[in-house]
Structure formats: C-alpha cells, structure tokens
C-alpha cells in the first residue's frame, strides 16, 4: 500500500477480518483502511464530519467486530463505531471521564453485551451497546485505584476472565464476575510492560519491551526468557503468533524471529527478506483459517507463509585454516585443516587459530563460536570474527573446538584440534612425586619426634597434677572429716538424731562428690560449684550464725560449658572460713563472684573476716603449725595448666582496722 494522500499513512496499529480476505486496518494517522485482498484494492475512511479533535480519532490502535456490520475502534480520541454498509462513524465518549479518552484495547466480553476498554489513562471501562452508556467496572478491592495499568492488548481467555497485558504491570488478570484483578509478580520482575501474549496448549508467551516470556500455562512460572542473546532480533517484542508447525513467531523492532523452541534455534527476518521495515507495532498480528500469518508494521502489512521458512539444517564445519606459533606459522607436514593435535614446549605457549566455514553463499550470515577446554568455561560467541589467539598458556593439555551457524542459525559440528604444552622438568610428574616423597618423609619423622615430645611433656604433667590432687586429698580429707564427723558426734549426744541424720546425708554426698571430680583433670564450672555449695551447706550447719554466703553468677557465663579443674574454689573459701570468719565476734558474710571477660574467667572470694595480719598473730598464739598446702597446691596447679593463670590476694582495710581478705582467680578458658 502506498500513501496517494496527504492524510493517509500505512503505519498499522491493528487488523482485524472475518473472512481473510476483507480486512480493515487502523492506522497512526491515517484512519481505518479497507482493503480486499483479492482485488488488492484498498481505501482509506475517516470520521471527518465528527466534531471533536479529528487527529486523534484517527489513531486507530484496535479494530473489534460484531454481527451486526459494525466495527468497534479504540481511538486516542476515544470509542469509535464503523458501519461496513454505510460507511458511517459513530463516536462515544465522556469529556468528563478521562478513562473514555486515549484507548488502546478493547474487548467484547462473552456475557451480556458490554465492550470491555482500557487505554493510557490507565483504567478500564465497560461500554453497553444497548443503552450506549459508559458504566464503571466491578473492583471489589480499589486495585485501579492504587495501579494505573495501561492495557494495551485483552482477550477474554475463558467466560468471565480476561488477561490484559499492560505497560505497568505486565500481564494482568481480571475477572469481571467477582470484580477481583490478578498480578503475576513472577513476570513483571522480568519486564514490567507488556504488548502482547496467547496461550497455546502448554505454554503462555508474553511480548514484553524486553524479550518474550515462555512460561507453564498450569502454573504460570516461567520457563525461559527470550532475548537477543538467545539469537531474537532485538529484544523489544511487539507480538507473537504461533505457526501450524509449532514454532513461534514475533514481531520486533529490528525485523521478524522465527523460534523453534524445540531445538532452541532462531531465525531472524529483515528488510532483504521483503518486510516492510524492521520495526513493527504493538499487538498489531492477525492469524487466517489457513495459519499463515500476518504483521502490521510502520510502513505497511507482512504476510508470513510458514511452509515457505522451513529451516536449512545444512550447516558446513569450519576449517582451521592457519595456526601460528609465537606469531609465526606452526611447521608441520600435515595440511592446517587436518592437524588433529599439536605438541609445544613450554617456552612457545602464544597460540592463535585462523578459520572459514566453507557455504560461500552465506558467508555474510555466518557467525562463529569457540571454546579451548582448560581455559575457557563456556563457549564464547565472537560473531562474524574467525581470528582468535592465546597468550601465556600452562603447562598441560587442551582442546580447541569451533563452531558456525549458517543464516536459519543452525549451528554446525565442531572443529577440533588438541593441544599439548609440555612442563619444565621441575614442573614434570617424576620431580614432584620425589620432592613429595621427601617432604612426607621428613614430615612424618618430625611428627614423630614431636608426638614422643608431647607424650612425654604430657606424661609429666599428668604425673605432676596427679600427685597434687593427692597431696591435696590427703591435706584435706583429715582435717575436714575429722571435723564433720564430731559434729555428727555432737548432735548424736545432744540427741539432734535428725540434724545428724541430714548432716551425715550432705557428709557423705559431698565425700562422694569430692573423690568423683578428683579423678578428672578438669571438670565442669557446674559440677565445681554443686561441690562448693554442699561444702559451704555443710560448714554453715556446723557453725551456727557464724556466716552467712552468697555466690553471685554473671548471667553471661555458662556454667555447663566451662571446664576448670576440680576442687579450685574449695581451698580459699575453707581459708577465708576458718582464718578469717570464725574469728569474728559478730557474723560474718562470704561472697563468691564469678564472672567472664573475653577467654579468661575470674573468680572472687571476699570474706569480712579479721584479715591475714590479725589471723597470723592468732596463729602464733595458739601455737598452729599446720600449713595451707591446699592454697599453695592449688597456685601450683593453676600455674602448670596455663602460666597465664593468677591467684592474688588483697587485704581490704581502712586507716583504722583490718576489714577482711579479697582473693582474685584468674583461669584463662578455651
């Protein structure tokens, strides 16, 4: 179709027939054409006695039919009807209702007798053809109030439900019986605008402005996306259409692409195919009963004939036509294209390969890809080049291979050609299988040495903490025992038999507690202070209002996980009992503080005891010898676990009098 008035224009927005051979068609500018496909005749028909902006009605993006000889136009100037008879428009619309102006789609729906219409205002409405009344949709939840969709294509898939695609929120389903819309979030984080979309008996296709959307029909989850980089002329789809032999076909805006999704191949269509122009036009398609199928464009109307566009699966394997070597040509007897493996030194690792597929018809259509295995991961698409080169190769072996793909983009078998860069001899299997047998040698006899060293250092230090555990059993075990049991003896003559029956209880749990923990180098902080709290119970019981304790547990320790060594605490709250709060004339108190910083816990016994000072002169009075060996086994002990550890004592006081003893534990943990 040429343009033969100033008015008239071939840019096609839409298509519509119902016999294949009578088609009316809108335009940009140039309203609606008729044309008989036969006859090749054509005209062009304008509502040019209609007194609104005439411009605008003209801009016929979508053409609908019924059966009353009446065509249906969404106009940017709003609802158009068109009498096939007469000749004669009609026009609809509501100046106070933007949603009636600047439509896009439209969409007879199958209940009632209502023209569904969307457009860029971003709303729907519904038109009644009896009462010729624009009417406000069914949108139970506001969803237009808070989405402006922008519908530029609706089909009413089944009774009730039409899916619209938009250029705000891809594809949109709504169901005009429940007023109820549907998004697809899983298709608009690919591309928020769509153009287009069909369904077929598996899948969904969606044109979107960037590729074409394969998803499941059963679940609507995508499948592929499609893209220029699949082999899709431009990304930028305007349509899509299937063909009786199961391929796809869309409309771009760099020329027509052919799918076979089946064997993942596409076929690109352009100007030298005969298509009006590369560009084409949003939901501009139409399919005839005899599924050829036609393309409405910027400048004029495809019709695709499928059986025409079988594919050429002939597709020629590339020949490597030169290889070079440090930038001079590889010497060899054997012709270039029939060398199957090269063998380099490692000093000559810069390589490049030359190719050619021989299909000399197509040698502008032809495109290559290469991979070398061992260095590249994946296949790497270089075009119309055939030249690639390697610099700086490793040692080792690799695989070069080569492939083409003729004009229906059928990629061809792949050229081949091994490659081998031989080590240095330190590099070699043999140097290295003797360097680490000679390193495994040394390495074990340094772990063997090092193994006897520990054993041995840890044979010591066992033997050492042993034999302070039983020095520190036998330091307290008399004295302590002796002391509990004439207690019990004291209540049995007082005739307490239950105190002496209960303080026998907690006497022989606390035996029983003390000879189970010594036998282990460690044990938990838990089990350490259960023993700690039965002791301090039992002491308590023996000497009446003589003190009271505490202990005082920081929340952020855990007492079930820190292991310290047994029987740690015990001696210094024995000592601040007996040297320090015993000797008081009123009662006393003990307080047990523990707390973790960082890797290392802390420990604090503070009594309000006579102090260290005033206990020695006690001491000497009385005439006492015995020594605390607990106390110094106990430094012994923490200090050959980690030299790290520390036990200070502090002697609190003020400038008049003693007021008792603090001693810090400091125990690095892991």
């Not at 062009?44 to 007194?51: F, K, Q, V």
């Not at 153009?195 to 598996?202: G, K, L």
């Not at 259509?365 to 790497?380: A, P």
């Not at 007492?559 to 024995?574: A, D, R, S």
Request: charged share 20%.
């Amino acid at each position: 179709m040429n343009k033969d008035q100033k008015t008239n224009d071939n840019c096609i927005l839409s298509i519509y027939s119902n016999d294949d051979n009578n088609f009316y068609m809108g335009t940009l500018n140039g309203g609606l054409i008729y044309l008989n496909y036969q006859t090749k005749e054509y005209q062009y028909y304008s509502p040019t006695h209609i007194g609104s902006n005439l411009s605008e009605s003209k801009n016929i993006y979508e053409v609908i039919g019924d059966d009353h000889n009446l065509l249906w136009m969404a106009t940017w100037g709003g609802l158009y009807s068109f009498n096939t008879l007469t000749k004669q428009f009609i026009e609809y619309k509501d100046f106070d209702d933007e949603q009636t102006l600047q439509l896009c789609a439209i969409v007879k729906i199958k209940t009632g007798n209502d023209i569904l219409l969307g457009g860029y205002n971003g709303g729907l409405r519904l038109f009644n053809i009896d009462t010729k009344r624009f009417e406000q949709i069914l949108d139970k939840n506001n969803f237009l109030e808070q989405n402006k969709l922008r519908v530029r294509y609706m089909k009413e898939i089944e009774e009730g439900k039409i899916f619209m695609s938009t250029e705000t929120n891809c594809l949109v389903q709504y169901d005009y019986k429940l007023g109820k819309f549907t998004t697809y979030p899983q298709f608009n984080k690919l591309c928020g605008a769509s153009r287009y979309f069909f369904f077929d008996s598996i899948y969904l296709w969606i044109a979107t402005d960037d590729g074409l959307i394969q998803a499941n029909k059963s679940n609507m989850q995508v499948i592929k996306y499609w893209t220029s980089s699949d082999g899709l002329a431009n990304s930028y789809i305007y349509a899509v259409l299937p063909d009786k032999y199961h391929r796809i076909w869309v409309s771009t805006n760099g020329g027509l692409s052919m799918i076979d999704y089946k064997n993942h191949i596409c076929r690109n269509f352009t100007i030298s195919d005969n298509l009006q122009d590369l560009e084409f036009n949003t939901a501009s398609c139409y399919t005839d009963k005899d599924k050829n199928l036609w393309f409405g464009g910027i400048n004029g109307l495809n019709k695709v004939y499928p059986n025409l566009t079988k594919v050429n699966t002939f597709s020629p394997t590339p020949l490597i036509t030169q290889i070079n070597v440090m930038n001079l040509p590889l010497k060899t007897d054997t012709a270039t294209p029939y060398i199957n493996k090269i063998v380099l030194p490692h000093t000559k690792n810069f390589i490049s390969f030359q190719f050619q597929t021989p299909n000399y018809s197509q040698t502008d259509k032809i495109v290559y890809k290469y991979i070398l295995e061992g260095v590249d991961t994946g296949w790497i698409n270089i075009g119309s080049n055939n030249f690639i080169n390697y610099t700086q190769l490793q040692p080792g072996k690799y695989t070069f291979k080569v492939m083409s793909n003729n004009a229906s983009n059928q990629w061809s078998k792949a050229a081949t050609v091994e490659l081998e860069i031989i080590p240095p001899w330190w590099q070699t299997w043999w140097f290295w299988t003797l360097f680490i047998i000679t390193a495994i040698s040394i390495m074990l006899y340094a772990i063997s040495y090092r193994i006897k060293h520990i054993k041995k250092e840890e044979g010591l230090k066992y033997k050492i903490i042993e034999s302070e555990m039983k020095s520190l059993r036998s330091q307290m075990n008399p004295h302590f025992i002796f002391n509990s049991l004439n207690s019990i003896n004291g209540f049995v003559i007082e005739n307490k038999t239950h105190l002496a029956s209960d303080y026998l209880t907690k006497f022989a749990r606390l035996i029983r507690l003390i000879l189970e923990n010594s036998k282990n180098e460690t044990i938990t902080l838990e089990k350490e202070l259960d023993t700690l709290k039965l002791y301090l119970l039992m002491e308590s019981l023996r000497f009446e209002d003589k003190f009271e304790y505490s202990i005082n547990i920081q929340q952020s320790v855990e007492i079930e996980e820190i292991n310290i060594p047994p029987l740690i605490i015990q001696p210094f709250v024995e000592n601040a009992i007996w040297h320090g709060l015993l000797h008081r004339n009123t009662k006393g108190t003990l307080a047990i503080n523990i707390s973790q910083q960082k890797n290392y816990l802390q420990i604090e016994i503070i009594d309000n005891g006579i102090g260290r000072e005033k206990s020695a002169s006690y001491k000497n009075i009385k005439h006492e010898s015995r020594k605390s060996y607990g106390i110094e086994i106990t430094k012994q002990r923490l200090h050959s676990l980690n030299e790290k550890n520390t036990i200070e004592i502090f002697d609190l006081k003020n400038e008049f009098e003693a007021l008792g003893t603090k001693v810090l534990l400091t125990i690095y943990i892991t």
